[in-house]
Every structure is written in C-alpha cells, then in structure tokens.
C-alpha cells in the first residue's frame, strides 16, 4: 500500500527556535497534503492543506506566518514551525489522500512529536 | 458535514468480539462511512468504509442500516493489539479532501 514518511520522528528544540517536519509519499505522488496537530488525549484538527505549486490553506485560527507549509514537489511537503513555544508542543502528523476512488481512504504519517522547552 | 457521536471508551476481553457504534443524523446522500484506528504516537490507520448494507474486509465488517444515520464497526475476537483509538468519519463523496475527526472511541481490551 501508499506509504507517507515524516522527519524527524521526535524533535526537541528550545523556545524561540524554528523547526522543519517533513512529510514525504514514499510510492506515489501527492499533490496534495494534509496537516494535522493532535495534542494529548484529543483528536486530530486539521492545520492547514498543502498544495503542490502552490499557496496552503489554512484553517480558521492557524497562524500561517507561525506554520510555514511550502509544497515544493509531488512528494514532500514540509510543515516549519517559527518561533517555537512551549503550547506549540504537540504531535503533527501528515496524510495524503488515496485515489478518488477510494474517496475517504487516506495514508497517513507516522507522526512527529514536537516539544519545545 | 455530518456530525459523528460514538462513545467515548470501551473495555473487551481477548477473544471477544467488539461492536462500536456512531450516529451520524445528518448524513448526505453522497457521504461515505469511514473507521480509522489510531495508536498511541502514532499516524491513523485505515479500517474500512461503506456507502451501505454490509462491508467485509481481513480486520474489520461495517454495518450500515438501511436509513444510514448510524453504523457499526464489528472487530471479531479482538485481541490486545487491538487497544487503540477508533474514529467514525463521514466522508462527502467526492473524496480526496482533509478529514473532519470526532472525539474517537477508546477501546481497551484485557487479557
């Protein structure tokens, strides 16, 4: 089956530093991505869409200056987090949707979790 | 897009078979049912989806009635790997966007 990577699996940096998450499909390509945030004992909320060519979009409440998403080929997406604080903690994951014919399948990454000191 | 309500935890035993259950009102008439699994630091996973009547697969079988305000996901004699998260999403038919998750089901399973 398709397969997303992320990098790094866990990262930890220091307040006021910016780090990258990079998401990539492994066996096919993804022109179009998702990213999500999940923070402990609750569900995932979508970030932002990340679009290969293209501005992301990002949902309500998402500071697109913070969450830098840049999309540059048909396999890798990466997700910068600026000026990191401590309530940006969380695990990020990414997904990339299936074939449309398989509608609601989508392929997930492992996660990254990030904690910021 | 439709709401999902599911419960929020659930224990078994090994061997036992679990039946989850989401209500989903407002579904559309284009809307897919999807179950993901999610464990714990890690990405979700893709179960099973169905439009209606019954779906089958290796892990899991979808029960949708006929009305389709509801479903049911039947994991048969679960095991302790099957501790995990389980999320009912209601997908609009055309697919391939961003996917709205609900609160998720925790199930427990004990030796």
């Known amino acids: 089956g398709a397969v997303v990577s992320q990098h790094p699996s866990w990262v930890i940096c220091k307040s006021g530093t910016s780090v990258k998450i990079e998401c990539r499909s492994l066996?096919?390509?993804?022109?179009?991505m998702f990213w999500y945030r999940q923070f402990p004992k609750q569900s995932l909320m979508l970030m932002a869409t990340?679009?290969?060519?293209?501005?992301?979009?990002?949902e309500q409440g998402v500071e697109k200056d913070k969450f830098l998403i840049n999309h540059a080929s048909l396999t890798l997406s990466t997700l910068t987090v600026t000026s990191a604080h401590p309530e940006d903690s969380s695990f990020y994951i990414c997904?990339?949707?299936?074939?449309?014919?398989?509608?609601?399948?989508?392929?997930f990454g492992p996660g990254t979790r990030l904690t910021v000191t | 897009l439709a709401k999902t309500t599911q419960p929020i935890s659930m224990d078994s035993y090994e061997g036992q078979e679990v039946n989850i259950t989401c209500s989903h009102n407002?579904?559309?008439?284009?809307?897919?049912i999807t179950w993901y699994q999610q464990f714990p630091s890690q990405g979700p996973r893709f179960i099973i989806q169905?439009?209606?009547t019954k779906v089958t697969n290796e892990v899991a079988s979808l029960f949708i009635p006929a009305d389709r305000k509801s479903s049911t996901l039947s994991l048969p004699r679960v095991s302790l790997s099957d501790t995990a998260v389980y999320y009912c999403?209601?997908?609009?038919?055309?697919?391939?966007?961003?996917?709205?998750f609900g609160s998720g089901t925790r199930l427990q399973v004990q030796p």
């Open positions: 997904s990339a949707p299936g074939p449309v014919e398989k509608r609601g399948e989508q392929y």
């Open positions: 169905g439009y209606k």
């Open positions: 999403l209601v997908v609009p038919g055309g697919g391939r966007r961003a996917l709205t």
């Open positions: 407002n579904i559309a008439t284009n809307d897919y």
């Open positions: 066996d096919f390509q993804a022109t179009t």
């Open positions: 990340s679009n290969e060519g293209s501005k992301a979009t990002y």
